[in-house]
């Protein structure tokens, strides 16, 4: 399984950015895939979540309303628009997915948000 992420930078507070994920390696349809994060001095946190079979999502409270997973199978690529981003937001963006109880990860793409 391989995880590939791109599209973190730098950005003002108010602005948007779109962090994408390709992804490869398996086959099996049943997955749930997205994105945490990691700031300096914190634990790694989920910022959003999607399941392939039914494209439920998740997010937590800290991004609802302002960030938005999708995922495009044909591509195997999942996104994450991040709109209004807060410098609360700084922290390295991690691609994740779960497969039968395996978690795989990205290498991670660094967002920073400037005030």
């Known amino acids: 399984v391989q995880l590939v992420e791109s599209g973190g930078g730098l950005v003002q507070a108010g602005g948007s950015l779109r962090l994408s994920c390709a992804y490869s390696g398996f086959t099996f349809d049943d997955y749930a895939i997205g994105w945490f994060r990691q700031a300096p001095g914190k634990e790694r946190e989920g910022v959003s979540c999607?399941?392939?079979?039914?494209?439920?999502?998740y997010y937590p409270e800290s991004v609802k309303g302002r960030f938005t997973i999708s995922n495009d199978k044909s591509k195997n690529r999942v996104y994450l628009q991040m709109n209004s981003l807060k410098p609360d937001d700084t922290a390295v963006y991690y691609c994740?997915?779960?497969?039968?109880?395996?978690?795989?990860w990205g290498q991670g793409t660094q967002v920073t948000v400037s005030s």
């Open positions: 994740h997915v779960s497969i039968r109880s395996r978690d795989y």
């Open positions: 999607i399941t392939s079979k039914d494209g439920k999502t």
